[in-house]
């Protein structure tokens, strides 16, 4: 099927990343997959409910810091794609 990489392997555990990412830049395995798109959603969704702006980076070390308040909030999956795309830049 067109879109679907069998040979990548996600960046964050090495599983099989059998979903492209809508930007090309990155292949996850499913979990770390829907995390990503999640993050990308809410980041937008934030954007448009606050005044002030947050960049992409913002956004993520905010996320990750409400990840130290409330586990319930944003779960392993989310933690791990942030700490990969921050250390990425
Ligand atoms: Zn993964």
Redesign the pocket.
């Known amino acids: 099927m067109k879109g679907i990489k069998l040979k990548e392997k996600?960046?964050?555990?090495?599983?099989i990343?059998f979903l492209e990412g809508k930007d090309n830049t990155y292949f996850?395995?499913?979990?770390?997959?829907f995390a990503y798109h999640n993050l990308k959603d809410g980041y937008h969704l934030w954007n448009e409910k606050l005044e002030k702006k947050l960049s992409w980076e913002e956004y993520l070390d905010t996320i990750l810091k409400l990840k130290d308040k409330s586990d319930n909030l944003v779960g392993e999956?989310v933690k791990?794609v942030i700490s990969f795309l921050l250390k990425k830049q």
Request: proline share 7%; charged share 20%.
């Open positions: 996600c960046p964050i555990d090495g599983k990343a996850f395995c499913a979990y770390h997959y999956w791990d």
